[in-house]
């Protein structure tokens, strides 16, 4: 067991009332939560990245179903605070397509390789590692950022969901530089609208590509790996109905799929030329392609080049299979672990309906009495992401951030670091995923870094950079008008034997309602 300093085991028996009930909220809650009503607080807390004063009394004007709709049919470019956009607006590359990232780091990457001393040459080589490393904890900024800032809080959660979804990992080739991309142009747009759209954004980006093996896919030479993945984990589901034989006619027509960044076309025979598609990185290359007809799902598709993606596409979407696997993996998300059959029909009768929109389905998730139902307290274990991001966002409102490295930090911690899952499947949303005693006990800490001070949230991440002055206020109007009914009693036992307001955050943030 960890061992904390002597100061802090005055905090020990809150903690071990912590885990103890680490999976059992303790305690009632107040049907009413004094002047914030407890079921916004509670719709704010599933729906957002975490509660905190400004959001409350936002919903609290417009009322819920005005709420609700801003939030599902956002502007399209809803602005974050200029503190936050500063930011943003610094980082290196954030405004360059992924062709021209993908050339500048060949480039770089085939200078080091090319340097004839070897000290010099590992030395180049790690300059050139830690320019990929950076870009990655850039693009780790940005979801932060937008997470913890961003009015359009539903698109964030889905933006993270999708990003899960449709997982890739940064550690694999160059996928680094292009990670940030892949979730601010292929994510993000489409995270509230047609499902068509996002699948198809996904399968146009070069991570993608790379990532599931698909730009070594060739006629003769078959990956079937992101045939596979769109199958079982992207549209329809494991156990779903498809075959062995309908991944393999996937893969061929999948064939040809790829990434180029070479400045010239590749040379193709006459016949071919007008068949050649690029789009940034994106290449469709028809020399690559296997012009076979094929049956896909009981569906003839005609060897045509890439029409055939197309018409593979619109099969998977309008499966009724895909309608409910994504209506699933969105309601255990948002509701439990296992949520109810009833509702996920609801969600993929939306789904069929609407062509897979997803704000309509989501509308039909949160006016369902299964989703009111699920409201009530301790329904919904939060994973680490939603942990972190909900305490800063508490703690500190919309007083923004100057530095996101401890929040990355603490994420890699929970084992939930941003783009850092390495298998097809995403993380999981299983709340048994998250709620063991070393899980809890690295909380307890983290809930004591962010309870005690700034923690370096606020001194910039450059040198010789001032800490600026900042502390997590949580004892708030919120708290006391809203947040303090929806504790047990024994947690606000705890709370009274805090000594300082830095044992009270703790606490307060460790506490077994605030996990939930």
Not at 113 to 141: G, H, L, Y
Not at 159 to 178: D, G, P
Not at 297 to 320: T, Y
Not at 359 to 381: C, D, N, Q, R, Y
Request: some cysteine; overall charge negative; aromatic content about 8%.
């Amino acid at each position: 067991m960890a061992r904390f300093p002597k100061a802090s085991r005055r905090w020990l028996p809150a903690l071990c009332i912590f885990l103890a009930s680490s999976t059992v909220l303790i305690g009632a809650v107040a049907a009413r939560a004094g002047e914030f009503g407890s079921n916004d607080l509670a719709l704010l807390e599933r729906l957002t990245w975490g509660v905190n004063a400004s959001s409350a009394e936002h919903l609290r004007a417009l009322g819920t179903e005005r709420w609700l709709q801003e939030q599902l049919h956002p502007a399209a470019n809803a602005a974050l605070p200029d503190t936050a956009k500063a930011q943003i607006e610094a980082m290196a590359d954030v405004h360059k397509f992924p062709f021209d990232i993908a050339v500048a780091f060949d480039a770089q990457a085939k200078s080091a390789n090319q340097v004839a001393d070897p000290d010099q040459r590992r030395a180049a080589q790690q300059v050139f590692q830690q320019a990929m490393n950076d870009r990655a904890k850039q693009a780790a900024a940005r979801t932060i950022l937008r997470a913890l800032y961003a009015p359009d809080q539903v698109r964030e959660r889905m933006t993270w969901f999708w990003f899960n979804h449709f997982n890739v990992h940064q550690y694999k080739a160059n996928i680094r530089i292009l990670v940030g991309d892949y979730e601010d142009r292929a994510i993000r747009p489409f995270a509230l609208g047609k499902f068509r759209d996002l699948l198809a954004a996904t399968l146009h980006h070069p991570a993608m590509l790379r990532y599931l093996d698909n730009a070594d896919n060739a006629a003769g030479h078959l990956n079937e790996n992101y045939a596979r993945e769109i199958m079982e984990l992207h549209t329809m589901g494991v156990g779903s109905g498809y075959s062995q034989a309908d991944v393999e006619a996937l893969a061929k027509i999948l064939t040809g799929v790829g990434i180029d960044t070479k400045p010239e076309d590749p040379k193709l025979k006459p016949e071919l030329q007008s068949q050649l598609v690029r789009e940034g990185a994106f290449e469709f290359n028809p020399a690559r392609h296997d012009y076979s007809d094929k049956t896909f799902l009981g569906h003839a598709i005609k060897g045509r080049g890439l029409a055939e993606v197309d018409e593979a596409l619109d099969i998977l979407v309008h499966h009724p299979a895909t309608a409910a696997h994504v209506s699933r993996q969105i309601a255990t998300y948002f509701v439990s672990d296992n949520p109810p059959d009833s509702l996920v029909q609801k969600m993929a009768q939306t789904f069929k309906t609407t062509d897979g929109d997803i704000a309509a389905v989501l509308a039909t998730m949160v006016h369902a009495p299964e989703f009111i139902a699920s409201l009530k307290p301790g329904m919904k274990f939060k994973d680490p992401v939603q942990y972190v991001l909900s305490a800063v966002r508490l703690a500190y409102d919309d007083k923004v951030i100057l530095n996101t490295l401890p929040i990355q930090s603490w994420l890699n911690r929970l084992s939930e670091g941003l783009f850092n899952h390495d298998t097809p499947d995403g993380y999981s949303m299983i709340s048994a995923s998250w709620n063991g005693p070393g899980q809890m006990m690295v909380r307890f800490e983290i809930a004591r870094q962010i309870g005690s001070g700034s923690s370096g949230l606020f001194k910039p991440d450059m040198p010789n950079a001032a800490d600026q002055p900042a502390f997590p206020l949580i004892a708030n109007s919120l708290y006391f008008n809203g947040l303090r009914q929806t504790l047990g009693p024994t947690t606000l036992a705890a709370l009274d034997q805090a000594v300082s307001p830095q044992d009270w955050n703790t606490l307060f943030l460790s506490s077994p309602e605030f996990m939930r």
